[in-house]
């Protein structure tokens, strides 16, 4: 069964500590992304990675880290630096390939509704 | 940043009446993608729209790419209650951009 899995569901923290998020896909894609949701507004572009071992930074990128060591894992750390963290994240992937992101669906996790205390 | 506009922000319909969502760009657009989130889910793709003036339709649902490549709509005939959730628009920027997400419309359907 392919897709993408984020884990936990939901997640509570307490304001200062560093939290990660888990992200893991079996669709042999590429390309994965994190995005940010809050209500009412769109998805916005944390980072994403388009190969093994690099990523960018996307538009909110400040307070956050990730690493992209294994295709299938692209993890995602909110710091203590991150001023408003409470949110829901949104991990996706697509077939990718560098150039060729932007002209592949992207498939969704199930997210990840992070509340900081 | 670049934008990409979406009105309105929700919509409430009787069910069987119809519903139109569109999407607004100050720039050219390489490709638009729709996507439909339900009610405590996630972004679901529906389909890319890539040619200028393109048009495209699945059963109920009919896609516009404007003419300029700045806009597009999402109609949706004779809305069921199957239809509910937030409809996003995201559009690219450029053939290296990435996915530049409208804030959505939530729909809700009135049986």
């Known amino acids: 069964d392919g897709g993408i899995t984020q884990s936990p569901k939901y997640l509570f923290r307490k304001e200062g500590q560093n939290v990660t998020l888990s992200c893991e896909q079996n669709?042999?894609?590429?390309?994965m992304y994190w995005y940010r949701q809050d209500p009412g507004q769109g998805l916005r572009l944390i980072y994403y990675s388009q190969i093994v071992n690099d990523f960018q930074k996307g538009d909110i990128a400040e307070g956050y880290s990730v690493s992209r060591e294994k295709k299938e894992s692209f993890p995602l750390t909110v710091t203590s630096a991150q001023k408003n963290p409470t949110a829901f994240y949104l991990c996706a992937s697509s077939i990718g390939g560098t150039g060729r992101i932007t002209y592949n669906e992207q498939f969704f996790g199930p997210g990840t509704r992070l509340t900081v205390l | 940043g670049q934008q990409v506009m979406q009105i309105p922000q929700y919509q409430h319909v009787q069910e069987g009446e119809d519903f139109t969502t569109y999407c607004n760009s100050s720039t050219t657009l390489s490709n638009i993608q729709w996507y439909k989130q339900r009610p405590g889910g996630h972004p679901v793709f529906l389909i890319q729209?890539?040619?200028?003036?393109e048009v495209k339709k699945q059963k109920r649902l009919t896609f516009q790419f404007g003419e300029a490549k700045k806009n597009s709509s999402l109609h949706i005939t004779a809305t069921q209650t199957t239809d509910v959730g937030t409809y996003f628009c995201?559009?690219?920027?450029?053939?290296?951009?990435?996915?530049?997400f409208g804030k959505g419309t939530k729909l809700s359907v009135k049986p």
């Open positions: 729209l890539v040619k200028s003036g």
């Open positions: 995201a559009g690219v920027i450029g053939s290296q951009g990435n996915l530049i």
């Open positions: 669709l042999n894609h590429d390309a």
